[in-house]
Each structure stands twice: as structure tokens, then as C-alpha cells.
């Protein structure tokens, strides 16, 4: 019994969870419900306990489909776990289920689900196209139907049951036909004759409603354009138009314009315009009709003696099947007016007028008549412009043109009088005709510069031949009266130059072309021989007799840098002696000289100072010195701008006996220009150097061609020593005498300006009324200065200073007999002593004196202005004209 138990129980339990598996639950669920939303208790269904394990592995398995549900694990319940359209899962099918398999495992059991999606009116009916359109004839007969497109629903059973609705209209409804009872026919229906004259298009609104709760709708806009019919006759604006029409109206003058509209469309509202009958018919080719404006012109000529009214009878016709045509017609009255125009002829015209011919000249004859009578026929003549030319009358219908004011043909060249004529009619007629009056010419203008003064800057050793600038003189003239040749003005003080040395003529340096005005340079020019070059060119024209105008050019040679630097000797004695001195070479270009230093000589000592002059300006003259040997650091250093030679650090007898040092002098031009010059430092005891820097002092006071104090030669560095010592103390006693002689000079002058200041003039002042003109000095050497022009005396045998600078308005006279008489007097004379600043702030009487002085001196010794008496480079000093 015990053994056949065990067999049998596991047989019914068997059998009972195949009875289980063979079941099937089955759940419904609307579409689009919520996701979380409980669709049934799933694990009870099945008979599974929520607290059993096993309701916590069910899984659920879709067959083909996307489930949208799923099965809590808490609960055990079907949830809707996304999305649920029916639409989209079934489409049109009813109903809409689907089934699923739960699992559950150990032991693995199977159970069958069954969940059907019902449909909700979700979806709205919808027309294949928003907007139908139709064509109907404006002849169809009410009740014609025409097919239409009905909507349709994605919705199953009364949610996708439609009826149709269409808005509101007078000529048309809408109608359904039930073909079978799966398919509707949709037919819209004519109800009323259409009038296309009325309205051209009907726009109407086709609304399908389902059968849902609520209802959803769809719309359609169905379009109508309804085709027009040659129903309607063309009709006139006016039935008779009334016109007015002078009698010399020309040849197309628009006597009117009529229109007919016709309010079919196409060719059925085209409309084609003729003249049906013309009364007088004579007149048949005096009208014209446009056949598509209806524009009536005229075709020939009106005569109110002959015909004053004429009636055109005027039909309109369309071009519709068949034609319909309109009528109307137009009255025209012909009004009498003053149909005939003065005519002017010219008999006689005596052309060209020369510019200076006498005011009275006779320039034409005319002749005026008009073919009118009476008041219609009488005709008053003027010219205009009324000036310069006038009417005058001769006799009845005769005039004659002259001159009433003078002529200018580089104003006016020619003149067109235009002679104007008009006669008494109401309203009066005019006539008019031109007269061409052309001027000659006379040679009465000079040729004018297009500026007073040129300013030409030209390069330094420039190319022979090269152009320099162009002038251009106008002479308003033509012909040979206006054609100019240039040339370069001699003699009279127009055409020379200043240069070192005296004046030479500026044709010497530059020419001008005869026929261009080209100006040329002759040969290259020297900036350091002359600055400015000033002269005039003429101007002549070609005329009877010859006319001239004159210009002034200012040549500014800029300088170039062509003049390396040269060494100067040193200057006699100086405040370097005895401790240092001023070095100098034997040669232009470099030289070897000597110095003295003594050991322990602190850094920063000035040993020696190196003195270099260039012949050229600005940068190109501005120095700096280089120590170029020994390359490596040494005990000496040079001053970039000073050329002072110095010691960098305190000397040792470790650097020897003697220092050979090599110093390049450059100068800022482009390219830099230099030269060289070797300096022997000797190195010696304190009391040895002292004697060889005042044996230097004493020799270079006697001899100013000595090589600089402390500085020798390199072959006489061991005698010059020993002479230096023995002439110390006569040094001494030489600068004392010349010390007590300079202040007893100076004295004796006070007393004696002094005195000469009691008997000057009161009246004599220091400055004109003019603007004193400013000369200074640059930075680098060069000069600077105004337009104005001015003086500098010099007395050194360097470059100029600025010591004493004389001042004048004008430039320096220019060699010639004219010179003394175009030199103005000049209005005032300023001077400028090189001294502290509060000098030249201060009028003291002292300074007073020394102006009034000079003042005298020139005015008592004038030929010192004149020419020839200037003084020059070989008198010891330099005189320059900028």
C-alpha cells in the first residue's frame, strides 16, 4: 500500500497543474490608458498567493508585439507599463487582443494571458488634401453633381462613422451615396445657376464628423472657380461725348478716348473699337480710332471755316461666340484761334566777332513777318539774353543785331542769341530763331603761373639731367595767342644764387624745357657749395605783341651724406691741461696720437678727448665714437657723443706701459661714413704726467698747430716730455698777463658805449614792426630755420656759431645794377649774444647802448651792404645767404 501511494499523489498533483496550464485568463483595457494603471490581479487569477515566492518569478512573454504591460513584482497585479494605441497594434482589426505567456519557474509552469485593447475616438477624420479644387462652367444646369474625395477615420466601429456638413451656401450642397455597405460616395450639387459677373469664385468648407463622445471633426476647402460665358454686351461709360478741339491742332492730337467694358472675361470681354458712320463723310480721313484703347486721334487737319462740328458714331464689339457689340457717340466742335506763327529769317551775319570789337558793331540783319492780319499780324521782336547783343529796328519787318557791351573770349567763346518773336493774337503766338555768334580772339591775357613761388626739394648729387619739377604757366588765349615757352630769367637779380665763394648765376645750375616747363638740374648739385638756389622763370606767350608772366622757384638741396668725418687739430691750451688733453690726427682720414696717464688714475678721469668736424648736416653730421681696438674690456672707455677718452676703471701697473687704442668716428647718415684714429696712452707716475700735461699746454700756446694739450706725435712722446717741464712756470706768468689785459678791455668798451649812449638818437629802436625771425642750433649741428631769410657770422675756423646772428627780411643783394635798388632799407637789427638766459629777458641800458651802436655803425658804413663788399671764407670769416 505504502509503495503504490507515493506514485498515485504525484500523479494527481500532475494532473491538476496540467488542467492549471491549460487555462486562460483573459483582461481588457482601454487605449491610451495611463501607465501604472492596474489592468487585473494576475498572480490571484492564476491562484498564485502574493506572499508565495512564486508570484515573485512571473515573467511575461509577448508573442510578436510589443506588450505596452508588465507584471509587478510587488503585487503580483498586470500594469500598463507604456503607451497603448490600438491603432498602432491592430489597426482596423476588431477586436483588438493580445495575448501574452506568464512563466514561472522551478518548477517551470506556463500560463496564457489574453488582454484586449478597446478603442476610444482618438483620432480625428481627415480628407486626403486640406484644399480641393474645381472648375464649373457658368452655364451648368442645377443639379449637376461633382465628386469629391470623402474623409476617413483610424477609429473603429460608431467612433469612425462619419457625416458630412458644408458651410452655409446659396448655389450649392453636399450629398452621400451609398455604393454598398462598405463604401460612401461624396457628390457636391449645383442647386442654383451660377453668374460668374457676380462671383468669380465660391469658397466653401466640407466638415466631417465621426460618431464619437464627443464628436471629432475634420475639414476640407473645397474651391470653385466658375468659367465665364459670352453673356454680357459691351457697354460705353457715356453715351455721347462732348468735345472741343482747336483748329491747329497738329497731326495725333487725342480728340478722346472712349471706353466700353464688358464683364465677361477672356476673349469674351476683349472688346474691339471702330468708327461706325462719320458725319460729314469727307471727313473720313481726318479721325482714326485705336482699336484696342479706343483712343480717337486726328489724321489730318482742321479748318473751323470749313467744317466747326462733326459727329462720329463709335461701336465696341467682344469677341465672344457669338459677338455682342455696344454703341456711343462723340460731338466735336472745332474752336477758331490764332492758327498762324510769326516767322524770323537772318539776311545777313558777319561772324566771327573779334573780343574788342566797339560796342555799336553790327552783327546781323534779320527779317520778322506773319501771314495773320490785324492784330494777329503784328509781331514784336527782342534778343536774349539781352546781353551782350541787342535788337535795333531799321524799318517795319527789319532788325538789326549789334553789340551792346564788350566781349571777353576767354569768359564767353561763343554766344547763342536766340531772337524771339511774337504777334497780338489772344492767345499770342511766338517764334524764335537762334543766332550762333562766335568770338575771336586777341592777345590780351599774360600767362599766370599756377603759383607765385615754387618750392622744389632736390636731393644732393643728383644726376645731370634729372628733373627737378614742373611748372605750368595758363594763358586762357588760344592758338598762338595761348601758346607759352618757358625760360629761365638773366640779369636784374632774377636768376643768381649764393654759393661758398661768391654768386654765379642759376642757369648755371638748372634749365628749364621751353615747350613743357620741365625744370632740370645741369649738373649735380653740392649742399655743402650752396643751399638754396632762387631764381624766376618767364613765362611767354606766342601773341602780337608778346605777353610774360614771371614765377619765383626756390631750389632746397637736401643734403646727402657724401662727407665722412674729419679730424681737427686740437685747440691751443684748454681745461684739460696738465690732467688730459684733446687728441688730433696728422691726417684727414686717421692719425696716431699720445697721451699721458698716471697710474691709480680713479675711473671715470678724461684722458684725452678725441675732436672730429663732418662737412655735411643734420644726422648725416651727427657723431659718435667707438672704441673699435681692443675689442676685449680694457682700462679706457669713449664717449659715444663727446669723444672723450676716459678711464673705465682705476689703472694698475698690471695694464703696462703703454695702451694702444683705436677709435672709429661715425656719423648717423645712410650709409654710415667713418674714420679712424689711433691713441697711444702712455702710463706713468703722478709728477711725471703733470709735467707732460703742462708741457703740452705751454708748446700748444705757442704753436696753435701743436697736436692738443697732453697729446705729442708718437715720434717726439720721450723729447716733448722734458720740454714740457721747463716752460710750466712761463705759462703761468702768460695767461696772467692775458687775463689782466681782457678785463681792462673790457672796461675801456662800458665806458666808451656808455658814452655813445647819451649822444644816440631817441628814436632809434631795436625791431621793426615785422616778426624777428628765429635761427637756433640742432642737437646734432645742423641749422635749423624759418622761410624768412637770415645772416650768420662766424669767425672760427670750424663751423659757424652762434655767437653773433644778424637778421634780415630780405635775402642778401644779388650781383648787378639792379642789387642797390631793389635792396629794401632794412626795418630793424636784432642781435643775439650767446650768454645766460636772463640777459636777453632784461632791457638793461648797457644792451640798449650796444643796439644803438650798431645801429649807427651800419648806417654810417652802407657799403657794407653793397655788392661785392660781403665778407667771405677769405677774409677769416663765412658770410651765407639761406
Known amino acids: 500500500m505504502g509503495v503504490w501511494w507515493g506514485p498515485a499523489v504525484r500523479v494527481l498533483v500532475l494532473q491538476a497543474a496540467w488542467a492549471l496550464v491549460g487555462g486562460q485568463v483573459r483582461y481588457s483595457v482601454p487605449e491610451e490608458a495611463k501607465a501604472g494603471t492596474v489592468v487585473g490581479r494576475l498572480a490571484q487569477d492564476l491562484g498564485l498567493e502574493a506572499v508565495d515566492p512564486e508570484a515573485r518569478r512571473l515573467r511575461l512573454v509577448a508573442q510578436g508585439r510589443r506588450a505596452s504591460v508588465e507584471v509587478s513584482g510587488a503585487s503580483g497585479a498586470l500594469v500598463v507599463s507604456s503607451r497603448l494605441d490600438r491603432e498602432e497594434l491592430c489597426g482596423k482589426s476588431a477586436p483588438c487582443a493580445l495575448r501574452l505567456e506568464v512563466l514561472v519557474e522551478r518548477p517551470l509552469r506556463v500560463f496564457h494571458v489574453e488582454l484586449e485593447v478597446t478603442d476610444i475616438n482618438d483620432n480625428a477624420p481627415l480628407f486626403p488634401a486640406a484644399r480641393k479644387n474645381l472648375s464649373i462652367a457658368e452655364s451648368s444646369l442645377p443639379g449637376s453633381r461633382f465628386p469629391l474625395e470623402g474623409a476617413s477615420d483610424a477609429d473603429i466601429g460608431a467612433n469612425a462613422q462619419l457625416s458630412y456638413t458644408l458651410s452655409p451656401s446659396e448655389h450649392f450642397r453636399v450629398e452621400e451615396e451609398n455604393i454598398n455597405s462598405r463604401s460612401k460616395s461624396l457628390f457636391l450639387v449645383l442647386a442654383k445657376p451660377l453668374d460668374r459677373e457676380a462671383v468669380a469664385v465660391h469658397r466653401l468648407v466640407v466638415t466631417a464628423s465621426d460618431g464619437g463622445r464627443p464628436p471629432l471633426t475634420g475639414t476640407m476647402?473645397?474651391?470653385?472657380?466658375?468659367?465665364?460665358?459670352?453673356?454680357?454686351?459691351?457697354?460705353?461709360?457715356?453715351?455721347?461725348?462732348?468735345?472741343?478741339?482747336?483748329?491747329?491742332?497738329?497731326?495725333?492730337?487725342?480728340?478722346?478716348?472712349?471706353?466700353?467694358?464688358?464683364?465677361?472675361?477672356?476673349?469674351?470681354?476683349?472688346?474691339?473699337?471702330?468708327?461706325?458712320?462719320?458725319?460729314?463723310?469727307?471727313?473720313?480721313?481726318?479721325f482714326s480710332i485705336d482699336a484696342k484703347s479706343g483712343e480717337i486721334r486726328l489724321t489730318g487737319a482742321l479748318d473751323f471755316e470749313t467744317v466747326s462740328l462733326y459727329d462720329l458714331h463709335i461701336k465696341a464689339t467682344d469677341k465672344g461666340t457669338p459677338p455682342l457689340s455696344g454703341h456711343c457717340k462723340v460731338v466735336l466742335e472745332v474752336?477758331?484761334?490764332?492758327?498762324?506763327?510769326?516767322?524770323?529769317?537772318?539776311?545777313?551775319?558777319?561772324?566771327?566777332?573779334?573780343?574788342?570789337?566797339?560796342?555799336?558793331?553790327?552783327?546781323?540783319?534779320?527779317?520778322?513777318?506773319?501771314?495773320?492780319?490785324?492784330?494777329?499780324g503784328r509781331v514784336r521782336c527782342a534778343a536774349w539774353p539781352p546781353s551782350p547783343f541787342g535788337l535795333v529796328s531799321t524799318f517795319a519787318g527789319s532788325y538789326s543785331l549789334?553789340?551792346?557791351?564788350?566781349?571777353?573770349?576767354?569768359?564767353?567763346?561763343?554766344?547763342?542769341?536766340?531772337?524771339?518773336?511774337?504777334?497780338?493774337?489772344?492767345?499770342?503766338?511766338?517764334?524764335?530763331?537762334?543766332?550762333?555768334?562766335?568770338?575771336?580772339?586777341?592777345?590780351?591775357?599774360?600767362?599766370?603761373?599756377?603759383?607765385?613761388?615754387?618750392?622744389?626739394?632736390?636731393?644732393?648729387?643728383?644726376?645731370?639731367?634729372?628733373?627737378?619739377?614742373?611748372?605750368?604757366?595758363?594763358?586762357?588765349?588760344?592758338?598762338?595767342?595761348?601758346?607759352?615757352?618757358?625760360?629761365?630769367?638773366?640779369?636784374?637779380?632774377?636768376?643768381?644764387?649764393?654759393?661758398?665763394?661768391?654768386?654765379?648765376?642759376?642757369?648755371?645750375?638748372?634749365?628749364?624745357?621751353?615747350?613743357?616747363?620741365r625744370l632740370w638740374a645741369l649738373q649735380p648739385l653740392d649742399y655743402?657749395?650752396?643751399?638754396?638756389?632762387?631764381?624766376?622763370?618767364?613765362?611767354?606767350?606766342?601773341?602780337?605783341?608778346?605777353?610774360?608772366?614771371?614765377?619765383?622757384?626756390?631750389?632746397?638741396?637736401?643734403?646727402?651724406n657724401d662727407n665722412a668725418p674729419a679730424l681737427?687739430?686740437?685747440?691751443?691750451?684748454?681745461?684739460?691741461?696738465?690732467?688730459?688733453?684733446?687728441?688730433?690726427?696728422?691726417?684727414?682720414?686717421?692719425?696716431?696720437?699720445?697721451?699721458?696717464?698716471?697710474?691709480?688714475?680713479?675711473?671715470?678721469?678724461?684722458?684725452?678727448?678725441?675732436?672730429?668736424?663732418?662737412?655735411?648736416?643734420?644726422?648725416?653730421?651727427?657723431?659718435?665714437?667707438?672704441?673699435?681696438?681692443?675689442?676685449?674690456?680694457?682700462?679706457?672707455?669713449?664717449?659715444?657723443?663727446?669723444?672723450?677718452?676716459?678711464?673705465?676703471?682705476?689703472?694698475?701697473?698690471?695694464?703696462?706701459?703703454?695702451?694702444?687704442?683705436?677709435?672709429?668716428?661715425?656719423?648717423?647718415?645712410?650709409?654710415?661714413?667713418?674714420?679712424?684714429?689711433?691713441?697711444?696712452?702712455?702710463?706713468?707716475?703722478?709728477?711725471?704726467?703733470?709735467?707732460?700735461?703742462?708741457?703740452?699746454?705751454?708748446?700748444?700756446?705757442?704753436?696753435?698747430?701743436?697736436?692738443?694739450?697732453?697729446?705729442?706725435?708718437?715720434?717726439?712722446?720721450?723729447?716733448?716730455?722734458?720740454?714740457?717741464?721747463?716752460?710750466?712756470?712761463?705759462?703761468?706768468?702768460?695767461?696772467?698777463?692775458?687775463?689782466?689785459?681782457?678785463?681792462?678791455?673790457?672796461?675801456?668798451?662800458?665806458?666808451v658805449l656808455y658814452g655813445a649812449s647819451r649822444w644816440a638818437p631817441r628814436a632809434a629802436v631795436l625791431s621793426g614792426p615785422g616778426p624777428a625771425t628765429l635761427v637756433c642750433a640742432s642737437e646734432v649741428g645742423s641749422w635749423s630755420y624759418s622761410q624768412r631769410q637770415s645772416r650768420s657770422l662766424c669767425v672760427a675756423d670750424g663751423a659757424g656759431k652762434s655767437d653773433l646772428m644778424v637778421f634780415s627780411p630780405n635775402f642778401?643783394?644779388?650781383?648787378?645794377?639792379?642789387?642797390?635798388?631793389?635792396?629794401?632799407?632794412?626795418?630793424?637789427?636784432?642781435?643775439?649774444?650767446?650768454?645766460?638766459?636772463?640777459?636777453?629777458?632784461?632791457?638793461?641800458?648797457?644792451?640798449?647802448?650796444?643796439?644803438?651802436?650798431?645801429?649807427?655803425?651800419?648806417?654810417?658804413?652802407?657799403?657794407?651792404?653793397?655788392?661785392?663788399?660781403?665778407?667771405?671764407?677769405?677774409?677769416?670769416?663765412?658770410?651765407?645767404?639761406?
Open 221 to 286: 476647402e473645397v474651391v470653385i472657380s466658375v468659367l465665364d460665358a459670352n453673356d454680357n454686351a459691351p457697354q460705353f461709360n457715356q453715351s455721347v461725348y462732348n468735345m472741343l478741339l482747336p483748329e491747329d491742332a497738329l497731326r495725333g492730337t487725342l480728340v478722346a478716348r472712349v471706353i466700353a467694358t464688358d464683364p465677361d472675361e477672356g476673349i469674351n470681354g476683349e472688346v474691339i473699337y471702330e468708327i461706325d458712320t462719320l458725319n460729314p463723310p469727307s471727313s473720313s480721313d481726318i
Open 335 to 376: 474752336v477758331d484761334v490764332n492758327d498762324n506763327a510769326p516767322e524770323v529769317w537772318v539776311t545777313s551775319l558777319s561772324v566771327p566777332v573779334p573780343e574788342d570789337a566797339a560796342v555799336g558793331t553790327v552783327v546781323a540783319l534779320l527779317s520778322v513777318s506773319d501771314r495773320d492780319s490785324g492784330a494777329n
Open 402 to 517: 549789334v553789340l551792346r557791351e564788350s566781349l571777353d573770349r576767354e569768359r564767353v567763346a561763343e554766344y547763342e542769341v536766340e531772337v524771339r518773336a511774337e504777334d497780338g493774337g489772344a492767345p499770342p503766338l511766338r517764334a524764335s530763331r537762334a543766332v550762333r555768334v562766335p568770338v575771336s580772339d586777341v592777345n590780351d591775357n599774360a600767362p599766370a603761373f599756377a603759383q607765385a613761388v615754387y618750392t622744389v626739394l632736390a636731393r644732393e648729387n643728383n644726376a645731370a639731367g634729372a628733373e627737378l619739377a614742373r611748372l605750368w604757366a595758363r594763358d586762357p588765349d588760344e592758338a598762338g595767342n595761348g601758346r607759352v615757352s618757358y625760360s629761365v630769367a638773366e640779369g636784374g637779380g632774377g636768376g643768381a644764387a649764393a654759393v661758398v665763394g661768391g654768386w654765379r648765376p642759376a642757369s648755371s645750375y638748372v634749365s628749364v624745357d621751353a615747350e613743357s616747363g
Open 528 to 560: 655743402e657749395e650752396v643751399q638754396v638756389l632762387q631764381f624766376e622763370v618767364r613765362a611767354v606767350d606766342a601773341g602780337e605783341p608778346p605777353l610774360c608772366g614771371n614765377a619765383t622757384v626756390q631750389v632746397f638741396v637736401v643734403d646727402e
Open 568 to 751: 681737427l687739430p686740437a685747440a691751443g691750451g684748454g681745461p684739460w691741461a696738465g690732467a688730459s688733453g684733446e687728441a688730433a690726427a696728422s691726417g684727414p682720414g686717421s692719425g696716431a696720437l699720445w697721451a699721458w696717464a698716471a697710474w691709480g688714475a680713479p675711473a671715470g678721469q678724461v684722458v684725452a678727448k678725441i675732436r672730429a668736424v663732418d662737412a655735411d648736416s643734420g644726422y648725416n653730421a651727427w657723431l659718435r665714437y667707438e672704441l673699435w681696438e681692443p675689442r676685449e674690456k680694457g682700462p679706457f672707455r669713449v664717449g659715444l657723443y663727446s669723444g672723450e677718452v676716459s678711464t673705465a676703471r682705476a689703472l694698475e701697473e698690471a695694464d703696462g706701459p703703454r695702451q694702444r687704442l683705436v677709435i672709429v668716428v661715425r656719423d648717423h647718415g645712410e650709409p654710415a661714413r667713418s674714420a679712424t684714429a689711433t691713441l697711444s696712452v702712455s702710463l706713468v707716475e703722478g709728477a711725471e704726467a703733470a709735467l707732460a700735461a703742462a708741457g703740452s699746454s705751454s708748446s700748444s700756446s705757442s704753436s696753435p698747430s701743436s697736436a692738443g694739450a697732453g697729446l705729442r706725435p708718437a715720434a717726439g712722446a720721450e723729447g716733448g716730455a722734458a720740454a714740457a717741464a721747463a716752460a710750466a712756470a712761463a705759462t703761468t706768468n702768460v695767461w696772467l698777463v692775458v687775463a689782466i689785459c681782457a678785463v681792462s678791455s673790457l672796461f675801456l668798451l662800458a665806458v
Open 812 to 882: 642778401p643783394p644779388l650781383p648787378g645794377p639792379a642789387a642797390k635798388e631793389t635792396q629794401p632799407e632794412p626795418p630793424a637789427l636784432l642781435d643775439t649774444v650767446s650768454g645766460p638766459p636772463f640777459l636777453a629777458s632784461r632791457p638793461f641800458p648797457l644792451f640798449a647802448s650796444l643796439a644803438r651802436v650798431a645801429l649807427l655803425a651800419r648806417r654810417l658804413g652802407r657799403r657794407w651792404w653793397e655788392p661785392g663788399s660781403a665778407p667771405g671764407p677769405a677774409g677769416g670769416g663765412c658770410w651765407s645767404g639761406a
